[in-house]
């Protein structure tokens, strides 16, 4: 809320952005899609 009032942007726009940033960044990480991929596995047992 203090960036929105800050700039002048509305803050649900920012978390929006940020959050595809977050999702980008986690789709580059090898590390954290092997994990993704073993829930997946571990998931399709149950």
Do not use: C, P, S
């Amino acid at each position: 809320m203090m960036f929105e009032a800050a700039l002048g942007v509305d803050a649900e726009t920012l978390m929006r952005l940020q959050l595809r940033y977050n999702v980008r960044a986690a789709k580059k990480d090898k590390t954290f899609m092997q994990r993704l991929d073993e829930i997946r596995k571990l998931a399709a047992v149950l």
